[in-house]
């Protein structure tokens, strides 16, 4: 698959953080995040069509991709969104665009309605946003890290594959696949992968949730029809709560809908980050 390279490196408070730029400086900055148990991998398709009109900056969050994992190292979501806080000044952008999957849905939006981080739009993909969320398996995971991590490695990389297939309704390129596996595998990965789920608590969208209705920037909502990760109900509820959202539905998509339709999701995001009119 095409190469995808993150070149620059932030000291973030937790760890070093890869990160890139392309497309025009200074031209209507969009930023976006990735969820777990991904990478910025995922939006290489779309933040190369993006980047044909804005200034794209796409980061891999600490204890992901390729940016830092370490022992003891917080990845928390209170964590990642004091670190995507950090991460818009060090780049000195004050109102860019925002387009958020799973996870980095949780960041944006504690960035925004905890840090004081300021975007000119929203789109949520997929987000984790409102309880309940985390799978039995994630459940598991939780209460019994240090046993999963001592898996031998042929399970434990059968275990991942497994699991980010599920992610997917139309499945994934083998070659895809692997990419997205491979940060996971060996020391530190293994224990990396496990260490984040155990720190997925759900309080820390409890902590945001009720504050929905405070967002005032235009909010998009995207939705893979086909998520068994995440219901697709959770989309309406979510727009339901949030001044203005729009939501979109995308067929034959699942959770990971960068994946399963880059261009149907491409376009929506196009239109949006052009405004009315």
């Given at each position: 698959?095409?190469?995808?390279?993150?070149?620059?490196?932030?000291?973030?408070?937790?760890?070093?953080?890869?990160?890139?730029?392309?497309?025009p400086?200074?031209r209507?900055?969009?930023?976006?995040?990735?969820?777990?148990?991904?990478?910025?991998?995922?939006?290489?398709?779309?933040?190369?069509?993006?980047?044909?009109?804005?200034?794209?900056?796409?980061?891999?969050?600490?204890?992901?991709?390729?940016?830092?994992?370490?022992?003891?190292?917080?990845?928390?979501?209170?964590?990642?969104?004091?670190?995507?806080?950090?991460?818009?000044?060090?780049?000195?952008?004050e109102?860019?665009?925002v387009?958020?999957?799973?996870?980095?849905?949780?960041?944006?939006?504690?960035?925004h309605?905890?840090?004081?981080?300021?975007?000119?739009?929203?789109?949520?993909?997929d987000?984790?946003?409102?309880?309940?969320?985390?799978?039995?398996?994630?459940?598991?995971?939780?209460?019994?890290?240090?046993?999963?991590e001592?898996?031998?490695?042929?399970?434990?990389?059968?275990?991942?594959?497994?699991?980010?297939?599920?992610?997917?309704?139309?499945?994934?390129?083998?070659?895809?696949?692997?990419?997205?596996?491979?940060?996971?595998?060996?020391?530190?990965?293994?224990g990396?992968f496990?260490?984040?789920?155990?720190?997925?608590?759900?309080?820390?969208?409890?902590?945001?949730?009720?504050?929905?209705?405070?967002?005032?920037?235009?909010?998009?909502?995207?939705?893979?029809?086909?998520?068994?990760?995440?219901?697709?109900?959770?989309?309406?509820?979510?727009?339901d709560?949030?001044?203005?959202?729009?939501?979109?539905?995308i067929?034959?998509?699942g959770?990971?809908?960068?994946?399963?339709?880059?261009?149907?999701?491409?376009?929506?995001?196009?239109?949006?980050?052009?405004?009315?009119?």
């Open positions: 698959m095409t190469a995808w390279q993150l070149s620059e490196t932030f000291p973030s408070t937790s760890g070093d953080v890869r990160w890139a730029r392309l497309g400086s200074g209507d900055p969009v930023v976006l995040l990735h969820g777990t148990p991904f990478s910025s991998y995922v939006w290489r398709a779309v933040a190369r069509a993006l980047a044909r009109r804005h200034e794209v900056f796409v980061w891999d969050m600490p204890g992901y991709g390729a940016s830092e994992k370490s022992a003891g190292q917080d990845v928390s979501l209170a964590a990642q969104g004091r670190i995507f806080t950090e991460l818009l000044a060090h780049w000195g952008l109102e860019p665009a387009v958020a999957h799973d996870f980095g849905g949780a960041v944006a939006l504690r960035a309605l905890l840090h004081g981080a300021r975007y000119r739009a929203l789109a949520l993909v987000p984790v946003a409102l309880a309940p969320w985390g799978s039995p398996f994630f459940q598991l995971v939780g209460r019994h890290p240090e046993v999963f001592q898996l031998p490695p042929a399970l434990h990389h059968a275990l991942v594959r497994e699991y980010v297939t599920s992610a997917s309704s139309p499945g994934l390129h083998p070659a895809v696949l692997e990419r997205l596996v491979e940060p996971w595998l060996g020391d530190p990965g293994q990396a496990y260490h984040q789920i155990a720190q997925a608590d759900q309080r820390y969208t409890d902590e945001v949730q009720d504050r929905y209705g405070e967002i005032g920037i235009p909010t998009l909502v995207c939705w893979g029809e086909d998520d068994t990760w995440i219901p697709a109900a959770k989309g309406r509820e979510l727009v709560r949030v001044p203005g959202a729009r939501l979109e539905p067929a034959g998509a959770h990971l809908v960068q994946e399963d339709a880059p261009a149907e999701l491409t376009a929506l995001l196009v239109d949006f980050l052009q405004g009315p009119g």
